[in-house]
């Protein structure tokens, strides 16, 4: 069992940067491969992206390629998620995920596939 507790969401305008983290508990991180999921108000949990327990492999949805980086610190226990030129369609409650079914290597872009959540962190960006 892992807790997740995610930070750094907060406002920003259009074409602003923010940095999320997820912090684990325990001292097993690196047996976990990491997603961050959003949620907006009336749609359903999408996938955002995704890093593998080693964090040499990652994967963005089309939606935040080029925008968003994912990485990994297994020593601070902690997953970042860089937000960068930030559009009014980011705005979502962001959550962390976990899962300690896979590989080294592997990643997972369906929220099925995680075992442990955090509480979220708001994101809202104005036009």
């Known amino acids: 069992q892992v807790q997740l507790v995610e930070s750094g969401g907060g406002l920003v305008q259009t074409g602003g940067s923010l940095r999320l983290s997820c912090a684990a508990s325990g001292r097993t991180f690196s047996s976990y491969a990491v997603g961050w999921f959003r949620q907006a108000p009336g749609k359903e949990r999408e996938f955002v992206s995704a890093?593998?327990?080693?964090?040499?492999?990652?994967y963005a949805a089309d939606s935040v390629k080029g925008r968003f980086t994912i990485s990994r610190d297994n020593a601070k226990n902690t997953v970042y998620l860089q937000m960068n030129s930030l559009k009014p369609e980011d705005t979502a409650l962001y959550y962390c995920?976990?899962?300690?079914?896979?590989?080294?290597?592997?990643?997972?872009?369906?929220?099925?596939?995680?075992?442990?959540w955090g509480q979220g962190t708001q994101v809202t960006v104005s036009s």
């Open positions: 995920a976990a899962t300690g079914a896979l590989s080294q290597t592997m990643v997972k872009v369906t929220a099925r596939d995680y075992d442990y």
């Open positions: 890093i593998s327990r080693s964090g040499a492999n990652t």
